[in-house]
């Protein structure tokens, strides 16, 4: 149990192009989701936390407007990297929590999509 | 603030010999931990979790981890290696003082088993 889906897995696109990336929940419901981007060799940075039904929540840094996240269900958050850049580059991943509230629940990650901007 | 520190970012050992990675952790508040494990290309899997029960958390394919308050860490071990062990793990620490549950990610260590 606990499956969380990616999709794509890989994408590559021009400079100047949106980009979105799903992210589900298989086989739970999940009122926040998480994503993530991780640079090579480095760690997973937070990015922003997706709550179903309302805006997101991101974290300091991170550009609203270039990267758009909609929780519109409670399996299913995306994330639009909009115009995008070489620098945006990167492996994004998604997480999702199940619902039942309190810092010791358990994230269960995505496989990650690898984005590339030429 | 909390984080959390990963003494190596390189480990290598024989396949069969003992695994030890290193974690400290900083936390104002009764934290959570996790150890979570990332092979080439792939999502992260959890190993396992400490959430204030017992000190010695065991977790999937033989690793275990101890809570040592007083030295502030928390150290994935497995008595003997084997070579689909070879990933990345991540130590991560998360909650406390109100916080939504976000999660701050180690640097991670990179584990080479050897034949």
């Known amino acids: 149990g606990a499956v969380v889906s990616q999709h794509p897995s890989r994408v590559i696109c021009k400079s100047g192009t949106s980009v979105k990336i799903e992210c589900r929940s298989l086989?739970?419901?999940?009122?926040?989701m998480f994503w993530y981007r991780q640079f090579p060799k480095q760690s997973l940075m937070l990015m922003a936390t997706?709550?179903?039904?309302?805006?997101?929540?991101?974290e300091q840094g991170v550009e609203k407007d270039k990267f758009l996240i909609n929780h519109a269900s409670l399996t299913l958050s995306t994330l639009t990297v909009t115009s995008a850049h070489p620098e945006d580059s990167s492996f994004y991943i998604c997480?999702?929590?199940?619902?039942?509230?309190?810092?010791?629940?358990?994230?269960?990650f995505g496989p990650g999509t690898r984005l590339t901007v030429l | 603030a909390q984080s959390v520190t990963q003494l190596d970012s390189h480990v290598s050992v024989s396949e069969g010999t003992p695994v030890l990675l290193r974690c400290n952790y900083s936390?104002?508040?009764?934290?959570?931990l996790f150890w979570y494990v990332q092979h080439p290309n792939k999502g992260l899997q959890l190993l396992l979790k400490?959430?204030?029960?017992?000190?010695l958390v065991k977790g999937i394919n033989g690793f275990e981890a101890e809570f040592k308050k007083s030295e502030t860490s928390f150290h994935l071990t497995k008595p003997s290696a084997h070579m689909s062990d070879a990933a990345e793990y991540f130590c991560?620490?998360?909650?406390?003082?109100?916080?939504?549950?976000?999660?701050?990610f180690g640097t991670g260590t990179l584990l080479a088993v050897q034949p």
């Open positions: 997480s999702a929590r199940v619902t039942s509230g309190g810092p010791t629940d358990t994230q269960y």
């Open positions: 086989d739970f419901q999940a009122t926040t």
């Open positions: 997706s709550n179903e039904g309302s805006k997101a929540t991101y």
């Open positions: 936390s104002s508040y009764s934290p959570s």
């Open positions: 400490y959430t204030s029960a017992a000190t």
């Open positions: 991560v620490v998360s909650g406390g003082g109100g916080a939504t549950n976000k999660l701050i």
